[in-house]
């Protein structure tokens, strides 16, 4: 029982200390923290509980910390929706926004305009290592497009054609 | 450390399962729902096979780790499927690792992927034109805009990335 008290304290501590400095930390340490911060919660958290329990046996120790780092991945998918706008929740957002009179046609021209998503996803592709930009071509220096070949072969699984739709 | 090796057989049969309900034609959600249950049960069953002496902790843990994973398979099959990031990157691979940015830009303007999505909703009902203006007709898609915005607004202060500080 206290791996899985270990894992929630470890976890629960760890985000919240993440979402209460979010808003000060640099744009490209906003996601690299969240590992130290886990790990950190996690050894605490597994200090407090050894002292005033009983120290954690290694194989349930070891769980423990892939469990509380799993959460954290599964926080840092959700965080990425928080950080980044998705163009589907935008122009839903937008619609809403114009209340029971429904947005104008003619106004998705200047909602287009307030919403550069391409210039938003290739400056975080360029920050995270992902592409090079020398201003009139972009390259591929990361490795997560080799991740693209394993989606491929799921989507192909399930049935799909293409990977991405756009 | 039974708990994890319940959850990692919970997340092939979740997978599995995911396939064979997306290929039987089954909508997406309601693949991913078939496998998100099949997966749990599985994790359950083999929890408490393994370890009945400690079942709640073993449990718990292995109900966690489930969640953990399946929610991150779950947002990289979403990613695959519709990212813009995923997209650029596969569209640079399939021009030979490299392309100019005024070839990106004029294949992927804000004006053409926001259009291709305004269609897909418009094409689903999720979202209807009356005379001239749109209309939210999606309670679904309600919901999750209006929780990402409080998300956003509690997290980072604002409702979007493009808003001012």
Known sequence: MNALVVTLLATLSGVAIHAMILRRLPARWRLIALPGLLLTAFLVTLGVTALVVSPL??????????????????YAFLLVGVL???????LAKEITRHGVAGMPMAGFDDFVARHPFLRSRVTALVAAGELSDDGTELRLTGKAFHLLTVGDAYLRLRGHTSSATG | MVGLFAAALGIVVALVADIVAARRGAARVLAYGVGLLSG?????AAGLAAAPAEALATLGLAALAYGAWWFILLNLVQALESSLRVRLLGEIRAAGGRIRRD??????????LLRLRLDRLLSHGAVVERDGRLFLASRGLMLIAAFFGLLKKLLMGRRSEFEAL
């Open chain 1, 57 to 74: 046996a290694f194989a349930d120790a070891a769980a423990a910390l892939v469990v509380t780092l799993s959460l954290g991945l599964a």
């Open chain 2, 40 to 44: 749990f049960a599985a994790t359950l």
């Open chain 1, 84 to 90: 980044y706008d998705s163009p589907t929740l935008a």
């Open chain 2, 103 to 112: 070839v990106l830009e004029a294949r992927y303007s804000d004006a053409v």
